[in-house]
């Protein structure tokens, strides 16, 4: 059975930063974050896909380009999420998900592409 496990959620001031982890049990290549805030469909954040290369390639949703940073270790079956110079925008539910292990085509922080799910983190950042 697949698990997908985030924590690392916390109330920061805007600017603060906070680093999301989320242990897995998958060999699933591509991986990801989504949001969801109160009243909105739930967001891609960031994805990656270990099978490019060993650092993996990754993608990133405008809102959150030049701030966030996601990452994988493999050794440690662990992704992360780096949030730095948070905004109160960035307030939500933060998700971990694997796709579907041996799925091809492009890996992109879409929630239909994703079967794995874990049960989320709070991140709320304050003026």
């Known amino acids: 059975q697949v698990q997908l496990v985030e924590s690392g959620g916390g109330s920061v001031q805007a600017g603060g930063s906070l680093r999301l982890s989320c242990a897995y049990n998958t060999g699933s290549r591509c991986m990801a974050w989504f949001r969801q805030a109160p009243g909105k469909e739930r967001e891609g954040v960031a994805s990656?896909?270990?099978?490019?290369?060993?650092?993996?390639?990754?993608a990133y949703a405008d809102s959150v380009k030049g701030r966030f940073t996601i990452s994988k270790d493999n050794a440690k079956n662990s992704l992360y999420l780096q949030m730095n110079s948070l905004k109160p925008e960035d307030t939500a539910l933060y998700y971990c998900?694997?796709?579907?292990?041996?799925?091809?085509?492009?890996?992109?922080?879409?929630?239909?592409?994703?079967?794995?799910w874990g049960q989320g983190t709070q991140v709320t950042v304050s003026e």
């Open positions: 998900a694997a796709a579907p292990p041996g799925r091809g085509g492009v890996c992109q922080a879409a929630v239909a592409d994703f079967r794995y």
């Open positions: 990656i896909d270990s099978l490019i290369d060993s650092l993996g390639s990754t």
